[in-house]
Nanobody
Framework: QVQLVESGGGLVQPGGSLRLSCVGS????????MAWYRQAPGKQRELVSS???????NYADSAKGRFTISRDNTQKTVFLQMNNLQPEDTAVYYC?????????WGKGTLVTVTS
């Protein structure tokens, strides 16, 4: 059974930082492209950042310079370091694992940025 479990969300003030983690099980983690998506209230889910199995990264314009994706294949974990968070970053953040034939989603972790 495939599971992606996110953690690390919470309440933070503008300018603050959070580090999200996603632990995968039931998949050959190292072979998957891992990504973080987010969905704000009333908006569509959008890609925040991704990292291929080879280590290539991709960032949404809104994340460039503030967020950093990384992965530890031995721990089957992908991280998203988020700095200088702003109210518009408020959303549920989802972990995604994309393989050649299938993709999987976590249940999400809520990030709220407010003063």
């Amino acid at each position: 059974q495939v599971q992606l479990v996110e953690s690390g969300g919470g309440l933070v003030q503008p300018g603050g930082s959070l580090r999200l983690s996603c632990v995968g099980s039931g998949i050959i983690f190292s072979s998957f492209t891992m990504a973080w998506y987010r969905q704000a209230p009333g908006k569509q889910r959008e890609l925040v950042s991704s990292m291929t199995s080879g280590g290539s990264t991709n960032y949404a314009d809104s994340a460039k310079g503030r967020f950093t994706i990384s992965r530890d294949n031995t721990q089957k974990t992908v991280f998203l370091q988020m700095n200088n968070l702003q109210p518009e970053d408020t959303a549920v953040y989802y972990c995604n694992a994309a393989g050649r034939f299938r993709e999987y989603w976590g249940k999400g972790t809520l990030v709220t940025v407010t003063s």
